[in-house]
T-cell receptor, first 114, second 114 residues
Framework: DGGITQSPKYLFRKEGQNVTLSCEQN?????MYWYRQDPGQGLRLIYY???????QKGDIAEGYSVSREKKESFPLTVTSAQKNPTAFYLC?????????????FGSGTRLTVV | GDSVTQMEGPVTLSEEAFLTINCTYT??????LFWYVQYPGEGLQLLLK?????DKGSNKGFEATYRKETTSFHLEKGSVQVSDSAVYFC?????????????FGKGITLSVRP
């Protein structure tokens, strides 16, 4: 079955370390997105990519970086510059920019700074 | 800019009660409208959608009608079950191309007690 796989499901990071969250999709979707979810704050867009080798900052990109070297993969790196990285991270993909299409989401990665 | 407003939560209902979750939107055009559901510890799943005025989306006993005159897309279910306990997000999407992204409401938590 097609879908989005996020790994790992739980991740622990020491302060000052960079960590990379994986997101892989086999839906042949062009667009991919990263969101951060904190309790009571809904979803906030970190980065998005409409095509390979191109990506744009979302609303809260500071302290994060991404790459899009393959259509299937959109990894997110949480750098040591991110002041409060403990959160639930969601990856999503979409067929393209057409408004009738929704997103398909992965099952998320919960990152905790220890 | 475009925005989605959901009613304040949380909402607690008894099993078999009628559910209404309000959603209104502001958009410079004619968006597609979506409801997503997030079960505890998981990613978001598309529940239903409507792509033009007067369309009704339905799935798993949930329904929502795209009301252009009131800019609303309220979610309803005639008889909720304990398994419907989750967070519900209303969203819109406009246009095409790189700037066409989903805009989410803040989400509302529904708890259904036996």
């Amino acid at each position: 079955d097609g879908g989005i796989t996020q790994s790992p499901k739980y991740l622990f990071r020491k302060e000052g370390q960079n960590v990379t969250l994986s997101c892989e999709q086999n839906l042949n979707h062009d667009a991919m997105y990263w969101y951060r979810q904190d309790p009571g704050q809904g979803l906030r867009l970190i980065y998005y990519s409409q095509i390979v080798n191109d990506f744009q900052k979302g609303d809260i990109a500071e302290g994060y970086s991404v790459s899009r070297e393959k259509k299937e993969s959109f990894p997110l790196t949480v750098t040591s510059a991110q002041k409060n990285p403990t959160a639930f991270y969601l990856c999503a993909s979409s067929i393209g920019g057409g408004s009738i299409y929704g997103y398909t989401f992965g099952s998320g990665t919960r990152l905790t700074v220890v | 800019g475009d925005s989605v407003t959901q009613m304040e939560g949380p909402v607690t209902l008894s099993e078999e009660a009628f559910l209404t979750i309000n959603c209104t939107y502001t958009a410079t055009g004619y968006p597609s409208l979506f409801w997503y559901v997030q079960y505890p510890g998981e990613g978001l799943q598309l529940l239903l959608k409507a792509t033009k005025a007067d369309d009704k989306g339905s799935n798993k006993g949930f329904e929502a009608t795209y009301r252009k005159e009131t800019t609303s897309f309220h979610l309803e279910k005639g008889s909720v079950q304990v398994s419907d306990s989750a967070v519900y997000f209303c969203a819109l999407r406009l246009g095409a191309g790189a700037n066409s992204k989903l805009t989410f409401g803040k989400g509302i938590t529904l708890s259904v007690r036996p």
